[in-house]
């Protein structure tokens, strides 16, 4: 197996970790960097438990190998709130209820961040169209969509 | 899941480290599938050769001969959002746009896609209804293999060993033809269909068929494209009696596997019903 030293931004910070080539970004996140708010769901790249941000893209942690992430910038959720406080997207699950047990939200957040990044003023259906891949079994969904469209209303 | 990891730098690099490994061997282009393959045990490549440091793979442009050149490592999020491709074909960015989500969409590539092999998946019924042909490229040289000869059984392709795609080169479409994917999607919509369909037609003023491709996805070990229906349709007036008879013809060709996403049976009929609506949508436009 070989081994990688690989240098990227996690959260605007510069790191530098050493990986086997057989790890995939989400173990390095939540073993390596201690971050762990990217959760693990399916593994497969289905349900969106694991969403990050790869250069501004949003992709799911578990498909990604690290060893290909020299050079890149990542972001999780945890470099999503301005440190203790809370953006107005997540202030908005809180108000409308857009999460139940928990595993999903941290994906759910990232899910959205990059839609608004995208597009700031998404349609409910834009909000539907993109957070498809993101799965919840508690909310029905209405609530999360209500969320992201109140934050964007909110800018 | 033990294995080498070697990006190079040039293609010339890949071939080596291709050569090097063997038949134990993978390339790695956006990772959606191999990375998955890996993980549920199901492909234990040795060797994985990683594309990304190759310049020259990640570009879409238009030929000398105004057709359509996009390199392997472009992302079907690209193709997707890609006013140059939107300009080209509007229905081919569309098919993009429908591939899973749109995680799988930032990340996958369109090389990668191809060499995968997936019988379900979107974008090769519309590369092959549009006459696409997929560069190849090896030590001491490059060939071009048609996307309908492309695809051999699930999961295999026309690749020989040392082979590496480097670009989907798409024909220009005469003026006015049309273009549609429909995908047949009971459960989710970033399914894999249960059958999907890409039409590509033309009609004179009159009505009449000037020319047109059918292709199907995940209605046999490897996408289907329909000649005996093209056929039945060339050359005649597209009433809803000849696209019905051409549907019908369909229902013949297709092989369908029994799966969770339908029976083979099911799927027969879905292939009819969905050939129909595709031609349908293309002729009401």
Not at chain 2, 182 to 197: E, G, Q, R
Not at chain 2, 215 to 235: F, M, S
Not at chain 2, 241 to 267: F, H, M, N, Q, T
Request: aromatic content about 4%; overall charge neutral.
């Amino acid at each position: 197996m070989s081994r990688h030293s690989i240098t990227f931004k996690l959260n605007g910070a510069k790191r530098t970790v050493s990986v086997e080539a057989n790890r995939v970004l989400l173990d390095v996140l939540r073993d390596d960097c201690k971050l762990t708010g990217t959760k693990e769901g399916c593994g497969i790249g289905v349900c969106g438990s694991c969403s990050v941000l790869i250069d501004d893209r949003l992709m799911s942690a578990c498909l990604v190998l690290a060893a290909t992430l020299d050079g890149c910038a990542i972001r999780t959720v945890e470099g999503i709130a301005n440190g203790e406080a809370l953006v107005s997207l997540q202030d908005a699950f809180l108000r409308h209820g857009g999460f139940q047990c928990g595993i999903c939200t941290p994906g759910q957040i990232v899910a959205a961040k990059a839609l608004l990044e995208r597009n700031p003023h998404p349609s409910e259906r834009d909000v539907r169209e993109w957070m498809m891949g993101n799965l919840c079994r508690c909310t029905g969904y209405y609530q999360i969509v209500e969320a992201v469209v109140a934050a964007a209303e909110e800018g | 899941m033990a294995f080498e990891y070697v990006e190079p730098a040039t293609l010339a690099g890949a071939f080596d480290a291709l050569e090097r490994g063997g038949t134990d061997a993978h390339v790695l282009a956006g990772g959606t599938a191999l990375v998955l393959l890996m993980r549920m045990g199901l492909v234990q490549p040795a060797y994985v050769v990683g594309l990304r440091r190759i310049e020259g793979l990640r570009e879409i442009g238009i030929s000398k001969e105004g057709g359509l050149d996009i390199g392997a490592l472009v992302t079907h999020a690209e193709i997707e959002r890609s006013a140059l491709v939107r300009r080209f074909f509007a229905p081919l960015a569309e098919t993009f746009g429908r591939v899973a989500s749109v995680r799988i969409r930032n990340q996958a590539t369109i090389g990668g896609n191809l060499v995968h092999a997936d019988p379900a998946s979107d974008p090769p019924p519309m590369l092959i209804a549009l006459d696409a042909e997929i560069v190849v490229a090896r030590r001491g040289g490059v060939r071009t293999i048609p996307a309908a000869e492309f695809f051999r059984d699930v999961f295999e392709t026309a690749l020989e060993p040392g082979e590496v795609v480097t670009a989907i080169r798409i024909p220009p479409p005469v003026d006015g033809t049309r273009g549609a994917y429909v995908k047949f999607l009971p459960a989710s919509k970033d399914d894999f269909a249960t059958v999907s369909v890409a039409v590509t037609i033309r009609l004179a003023a009159s009505g009449v068929c000037e020319d047109v491709r059918v292709a199907l996805g995940a209605v046999a070990t490897t996408p289907l494209r329909a000649r005996r229906a093209e056929e039945a349709l060339r050359g005649k007036h597209v009433t809803p009696e000849a696209i019905d008879a051409a549907a019908a013809i369909v229902v013949g060709d297709v092989e369908p596997l029994d799966d969770g996403r339908g029976s083979a049976g099911y799927k027969r009929e879905m292939a009819r019903v969905w050939t129909r609506r595709a031609i349908t949508q293309l002729i009401s436009a």
